[in-house]
Structures are given as structure tokens and as C-alpha cells.
């Protein structure tokens, strides 16, 4: 069992940065791969970027791809999500996800196993 908790979100103007984190319970998490996803008011839960449990491969988004960076900690059991040059659109509530999947899959929610609660990103122009 894993335990996800998001943190970082908040409030930035379009053109600014932040970090989302993900911290995972658990004693297995280097064996997880991670993803985020995010959910805008009235649209379906989107792929922003995953990472191989290894770290060894990364996938994105198209629209996020040279601004957001998907990135982990083993050791601290931590998932980060570094957003750059953040745009209106980006504006969402992002989601921190784990799958056993190592690399199959890793675009699509189904694929997660367990799922954090969520941290609002809200960008102002």
C-alpha cells in the first residue's frame, strides 16, 4: 500500500514557476513508477509526465514538454514536479500518482495504482 500526499501548489502569475512535491509512504516506493496528472473545472483528468522507477525515462505531455520537469528522490521517497513559464492553461488541480507499471501504460490514469488528494496550481495573468 502507498500513501501520496501533494504539496507546492498555489497561486502564481502566468509566466512563473513552482514545484509541486509528491512525499510516498511505504517501503517499496523506489519500485513504483510516478506520475502527475492535473484536472481543470470540467475537463477529463489529463497526463502531465512520468518517471521510470529507475529514473531512467521520463515521458511528457506535448503541451508541458521544455517547461515542466519530472524528477525523483528515492531516498526521500519523493516525487517532484518542477513547472516553468506556467500558462493560464496549466491552471488545475495536479495529481500525484503511483503504478507497478515500469514502463507500459504510463500515459494513461488507468495504469496508476494509487492516487493522491490533489494540490490546486491557479495562474493569473
Known amino acids: 500500500q502507498v500513501q501520496l500526499v501533494e504539496s507546492g501548489g498555489g497561486l502564481v502569475q502566468a509566466g512563473g514557476s513552482l514545484r509541486l512535491s509528491c512525499a510516498a509512504s511505504g517501503r517499496t516506493f523506489s519500485t513504483y513508477s510516478m506520475g502527475w496528472f492535473r484536472q481543470a473545472p470540467g475537463k477529463e483528468r489529463e497526463f502531465v509526465a512520468a518517471i521510470s522507477w529507475t529514473a531512467g525515462s521520463t515521458y511528457y505531455a506535448d503541451s508541458v514538454k521544455g517547461r515542466f520537469t519530472i524528477s525523483r528522490d528515492n531516498a526521500k521517497k519523493t516525487v517532484y514536479l518542477q513547472m516553468n513559464t506556467l500558462k493560464l492553461e496549466d491552471m488545475a488541480v495536479y495529481y500525484c500518482?503511483?503504478?507497478?507499471?515500469?514502463?507500459?501504460?504510463?500515459?494513461?490514469?488507468?495504469?496508476?495504482?494509487?492516487w493522491g488528494k490533489g494540490t490546486q496550481v491557479t495562474v493569473s495573468s
Open positions: 500518482a503511483a503504478s507497478y507499471s515500469q514502463f507500459t501504460g504510463l500515459l494513461m490514469p488507468q495504469t496508476y495504482n494509487y
